[in-house]
């Protein structure tokens, strides 16, 4: 399933949503902009609470947590090794799958035992940040886009986001 997901620049929060293919309104993500433990809710169109994203402190790199309405929980951290490339992965539940993509062109690619479970492409012409997230493991959806917009407040950290707020 491809979703498109739209950071609201003019926004006291760090908000997102997140379109279907069609257009359609899928998911909604709303961000704390006082939050001292900067956190964010991804909501699902019903408005039905799917998990919560808050950052991990006490890390020598960023990471942040999933805290999944089912009561799993997922760590999502940047890779030391190689530093001159964008690596994060993510440990859950259902495994580790790594994030892979280069920096400066904000393309990745999510895999899990060298299998790609969804892609993910940025528009550079656009107001806001916008992605592009093709899904392939649906049963990771929520997970997967959630970690979309953790890689932007990592790489965003200290233009207009809450990663570095302590």
């Not at 433990?37 to 991804?42: D, E, I």
């Not at 495994?95 to 920096?103: S, V, W």
Request: hydrophobic fraction near 40%; glycine fraction near 6%; charge should be positive.
């Amino acid at each position: 399933m491809k979703y498109k997901i739209k950071q609201k620049i003019f926004s006291l929060t760090d908000s997102f949503i997140i379109e279907d293919e069609n257009g359609n309104a899928a998911f909604s993500v709303k961000g704390k902009f006082f939050s001292i433990s900067s956190s964010q809710t991804l909501y699902d169109n019903r408005g039905t609470e799917l998990l919560k994203i808050k950052r991990k402190y006490l890390t020598i790199l960023p990471a942040c947590r999933l805290l999944c309405a089912d009561g799993s929980e997922w760590l999502i951290q940047k890779r030391f090794w190689p530093f001159w490339t964008s690596r994060f992965t993510v440990t859950g539940p259902a495994g580790e799958l790594e994030m892979q993509g280069n920096l400066w062109q904000h393309e990745y690619k999510i895999s899990q035992k060298g299998k790609v479970v969804a892609e993910v492409s940025k528009s550079w012409f656009s107001w806001s940040d916008t992605y592009g997230v093709d899904i392939f493991d649906p049963k990771l959806t929520a997970q997967l886009l959630a970690a979309v917009i953790v890689i932007d407040r990592i790489q965003h950290s200290g233009k207009n986001s809450t990663i570095d707020d302590d």
